[in-house]
């Protein structure tokens, strides 16, 4: 396989694992050229490498660097920003966590929270109660399994990992 196809294999695959982490597939598709490019690279480069339309390129670039996955660089001598991605995958995926925790995880909470407060003894408020606190105790265990990943490195993930399988 020549360079070029697998780049473009390896940019289309992690485009599509970007829709099942919660981002769009352009974004995933920047992410993806700026980790495996070997200098920073400016918007101009990344939508040209992409064929994407300036407006798509700046507004992922902002989300990316918003999500902590990119950062700007300045080089000496330019004055176009150059771009380039964490490439330490551990940090990789602890700021994915961190985004996806903020972002899904802790609304479902705040509304468990929220609807937790029903009164009433029916038969279909004790049900409801009933389900929203199951829902709770797992969305609590998952937070608490979520903050623990963050806080960690990755040599305690590998060992906990590796003591379970």
């Known amino acids: 396989m020549e360079y070029q196809e697998a780049k473009e294999k390896f940019l289309q695959a992690w485009g599509t694992l970007g829709g099942q982490w919660g981002i769009n597939r352009t974004m995933a598709q920047i ?3 700026l980790l495996i490019a070997p200098e920073a690279m400016t ?12 407006g798509n390129t700046n507004m992922n670039l902002r989300a990316l660097i918003d999500w902590g996955l990119v950062f700007k660089k300045l080089k000496t001598g330019h004055r176009k920003e150059f771009f380039v991605a964490e490439k330490d995958m551990w940090e990789v995926v602890r700021k994915i966590i961190a985004q996806r925790k903020r972002k899904e995880l802790e609304p479902v909470v705040k509304i468990l929270d929220e609807v937790s407060a029903l009164e009433g003894s029916s038969p279909e408020v004790l049900e409801f109660k009933k ?3 199951d829902i709770h105790l797992f969305t609590n265990k998952a937070n608490t399994i979520l903050q623990t990943l963050l ?15």
Do not use: G, P
């Open 31 to 33: 992410h993806a050229l």
């Open 43 to 54: 918007a101009q480069d990344i939508q040209k490498e992409l064929q994407i339309s300036v």
């Open 151 to 165: 806080k960690e490195d990755a040599d305690w993930f590998i060992k906990t990992f590796l003591k379970m399988v």
């Open 131 to 133: 389900t929203v606190q």
